[in-house]
């Protein structure tokens, strides 16, 4: 399986890796996605896009993220959980795919790897989270048009 959706699963264990290990090298987490996209230049370029996005942005991510959880706070999610929304927050507000695949594609990865609730958990945050930026986006719009 070399899909984007296999990048974003190698994007979700290195992020994975560095909540836990902060001190990683970042040279090994390039040497594994290479090796487990098998090499395939356009889709370690996706994960590294990724990867590279949610470090950059990683705080505001945070910050817009414990904006949308009703009573939980970035430390109190889950690893993969709190990753998982990192990855799809930063591919809505800053990537190039559209919102909703986004939250499809990390509803998928919550399945798969969080618990039961996982699903549930990151499809209400990551709707909250477009429903916002759809919001700002519309005013930008308005605001260009009238300005």
């Not at 984007?4 to 990683?24: F, G, K, M, T, W």
């Not at 904006?67 to 190039?96: C, F, P, Q, V």
């Not at 695949?101 to 499809?123: D, H, M, T």
């Amino acid at each position: 399986m070399t899909t984007r959706r296999r990048a974003r699963e190698v994007a979700l264990q290195v992020l994975y890796e560095e909540d836990v290990n902060p001190l990683r090298e970042l040279t090994v987490a390039d040497q594994f996605v290479a090796k487990r996209m098998l090499n395939n230049k356009p889709l370690i370029a996706f994960a590294q896009q990724i990867l590279s996005g949610v470090r950059e942005h990683r705080d505001e991510l945070d910050e817009i993220l414990t904006k949308h959880a009703a009573n939980w706070s970035i430390k109190r999610m889950t690893t993969i959980d709190r990753n998982i929304l990192r990855m799809s927050s930063y591919e809505m507000l800053y990537g190039e795919v559209p919102g909703r695949v986004s939250i499809n594609e990390a509803i998928e990865l919550a399945k798969r790897y969080g618990n039961r609730n996982s699903g549930q958990f990151v499809n209400g945050i990551l709707d909250r989270v477009l429903r916002e930026h759809e919001a700002n986006e519309k005013d930008k719009e308005k605001a260009a048009v009238t300005g």
